[in-house]
């Protein structure tokens, strides 16, 4: 039992640590809580609302091992390095390419509500 709750606590670490230091993940967060309001307001139905959280919860989970995959990088090879720019900027586009298909789903479930 004590082994799950380090493994909790070390989650929720990871977490805290994301919130303080990444803007972009905060971002994320603020559009993802409007998706979830305007959910509320427009009042999606349930199969709407899995597709409003699983892509809430992909983007953010990209976001996060973009920042772990970058961090990584940037010990490995602590200076200038094309093949780790090529890596991160990869990465980087793995989460907009994400975010795009997020935005995607987004309005295809709101537009037709608010129309």
């Known amino acids: 039992m004590r082994r799950l709750r380090d493994s909790f606590s070390y989650a929720i670490t990871g977490l805290a640590q994301m919130w303080k230091r990444e803007r972009n993940l905060r971002i994320q967060v603020f559009i993802l809580a409007g998706s979830v309001a305007a959910g509320f307001i427009l009042h999606i139905n349930p199969l709407e609302w899995v597709a409003v959280i699983l892509c809430g919860a992909a983007v953010l989970s990209a976001e996060m091992f973009n920042t772990a995959l970058e961090s990584l ?43």
């Open 73 to 115: 990088a940037d010990i490995v090879s602590p200076g200038y390095n094309h093949k780790v720019r090529f890596l991160k900027d990869v990465a980087a586009g793995a989460v907009l390419v994400l975010s795009i298909g997020a935005a995607a789903v987004g309005l295809i479930i709101f537009i037709p509500k608010i129309w």
